[in-house]
Every structure is written in C-alpha cells, then in structure tokens.
C-alpha cells in the first residue's frame, strides 16, 4: 500500500520558519505531481506549491510565492515544504499529496494523500 506521512507542523511566532515533510512508502515520488495544500477552519483546501517530477517544474501560489519554497527529494522519498517569515494568515493544517492532477491546486486527481499536519502562527 503507497501511503504518504506528512510531520513538521508546530506552533511558530509571526516571522518565523518551519519546514513540513512528507515522506512517501510503497513507492517513489517519481513521475508524481507532488503537491502541498492547506485549509484553514471554514475554508476550502487549496493548493499552495506544487513540483512535477518529470520535469522539476515548481510552481506556487501568489500568496506563499518568494516565502516557501518546495522540494522532492526522489531518493530520500521525501517533499519538503520550506516556509519562512510565516504570518498568522498561514496558520492552518497542510497536506501533501501526489498525483495526476490536471489542475495543480484542486484536490481533484490526487490519489494520494498524507494526513495533515497542524501549522499554527501566532501574532
């Protein structure tokens, strides 16, 4: 069974840095679209930054871009997400998930899916 095992989370003051892994078994991350997502309490779950394996394509959402920064490590089977100078507006539960997905920050098309890890910011 490919199971995906998101960790990093925690509790961080505004301006800080943390960075979430996520570590896939079964398989290898390779020919993945490899994504992060978060949702914060009565939002919906959308995509942050994304890789695609196949051709190290990166890309990111306007709202995380020049702050976090994602990798995938293909033979340590890990993704990485690097986030700095966090604010309280990026306190929410960060999933990662790989995938065939047509449109990198929906949810659709992912087959695979870590279980959340809390990031929590405060002012």
């Known amino acids: 069974e490919v199971q995906l095992q998101a960790s990093g989370g925690g509790l961080v003051q505004a301006g800080g840095s943390l960075r979430l892994s996520c570590t896939i078994s079964g398989s290898t991350f390779d020919g993945y679209l490899v994504a992060w997502f978060r949702q914060a309490p009565g939002e919906e779950r959308l995509g942050i930054a994304s890789?695609?394996?196949?051709?190290?394509?990166?890309t990111y959402d306007d709202s995380v871009r020049g702050r976090f920064a994602m990798s995938v490590d293909i033979y340590r089977r890990t993704a990485y997400l690097h986030m700095s100078d966090l604010s309280p507006e990026d306190t929410a539960v960060y999933y990662c998930?790989?995938?065939?997905?047509?449109?990198?920050?929906?949810?659709?098309?992912?087959?695979?899916w870590g279980q959340g890890t809390q990031v929590t910011v405060s002012s």
């Open positions: 998930a790989a995938g065939f997905a047509g449109t990198w920050w929906r949810p659709i098309g992912y087959e695979l």
């Open positions: 890789v695609a394996t196949g051709d190290s394509r990166t």
